[in-house]
C-alpha cells in the first residue's frame, strides 16, 4: 500500500467538480466513493493533476467503465510490507495476521453494509461507508467476522458513531496517516 498524495482528496473530471473522495490508493488506482453508494475504482494513468482536489482526465460519462459494486473488496497491491518491514505477497500477508480486520467489508446484523475497515485500533475499527461517512466503531461491537465483519446492531444505530471524516484519528494521528496503518 503506498501512503500516497491521492488518499482523501476530492475528485473532479473535467466537467463535474465532485466525483467523490479517495478512500484507497494503490500503485496502479485509486478508489473513490461518491454519492449514492457508487464506487469507482481508476486507473492512475487517467489522472492528469493533484493538489487540493484530484483531476480525473476524463468526462464524467467516462468514468462508467471503472464504475464498481461499493461492497466488493477494496484493491491492494501486489507487495504489502508487513510489521518486519520486510516485502512480502499479500496472500503471505494474510496467512500470517489472519486476525487482522483490515480490508473486510462490513454489516449490521439486518444486513445491511456499511463500509470496509480501512483501519483498527486495540479497541476500535475505523469503517468508510455511503456517501463519504466515516464510522469509529467500538470493537466490542463486534459479534461476527468471516468474510465481513458483523455489528451487533441495525443499521440506524451505526450514525452515533459516525465522525467527521476529516477528524484526526482514534490513535490521535491526522487522518492522512491512515495509509500508513496498512
Known sequence: MTSGKFFNKGVMTKDTPHVGYVVRETDDKIVVFGEKDTRYDIPKSNVSFVSRNVLVDLPVKELVVY??????????????????????????????????????????????????????????????????????????RIIAVGRNVILDMKYNDVFKYKVDRNAPLPTGDPVEKIAEYH
Open 67 to 140: 464504475k464498481t459494486p461499493r461492497d466488493a473488496p477494496l484493491p491492494t497491491d501486489k507487495e504489502v510490507i508487513g510489521p518486519d518491514a520486510e516485502p512480502m505477497d499479500l496472500a503471505t500477508y494474510e496467512g500470517k495476521y489472519p486476525k487482522s480486520l483490515f480490508n473486510k467489508g462490513v454489516r449490521t446484523e439486518d444486513e445491511d453494509h456499511v463500509g470496509h475497515i480501512m483501519m483498527e485500533t486495540d479497541d476500535k475499527i475505523v469503517v468508510y461507508g455511503h456517501h463519504d461517512y466515516r464510522f469509529d466503531v467500538p470493537k466490542s
